[in-house]
Nanobody, 119 residues
């Protein structure tokens, strides 16, 4: 019922910036929360940032002050502005949403987009 389309990943030098986008489409849902998670090679998937439908945000300590999550509610789209990128930010970044269906809540994942930060 919900599809997530991600874009914006790529290769950037340390200290540079990238902006990730994730748009949710489908029918029969309303968004409770959207967020970004990252997974480095051989590691588990961890939280980067989340934003609720009311605009409340939460960040991993490692990205506070560097990354900003935002959303366009009309487009069901979430963004992650990544500044002052570090090599340790290199990972696959996954969009996630938890939505409200008529029958209850359900989570969905995007396919991931690679972010590579060179030193």
């Amino acid at each position: 019922q919900v599809q997530l389309v991600e874009s914006g990943g790529g290769l950037v030098q340390a200290g540079g910036s990238l902006r990730l986008s994730c748009a949710a489409s489908g029918s029969g849902f309303s968004i409770n929360v959207m967020g970004w998670y990252y997974q480095a090679r051989g590691k588990q998937r961890d939280l980067v940032a989340t934003i609720t439908s009311g605009g409340s945000t939460n960040y991993a300590d490692s990205v506070k002050g560097r990354f900003t999550i935002s959303r366009d509610t009309a487009k069901n789209t979430v963004y992650l502005q990544m500044n002052s990128l570090k090599p340790e930010d290199t990972a696959v970044y996954y969009c996630n949403t938890v939505v409200q269906h008529i029958y209850g809540t359900r989570g969905y994942w995007g396919q991931g987009t690679q972010v590579t930060v060179s030193s």
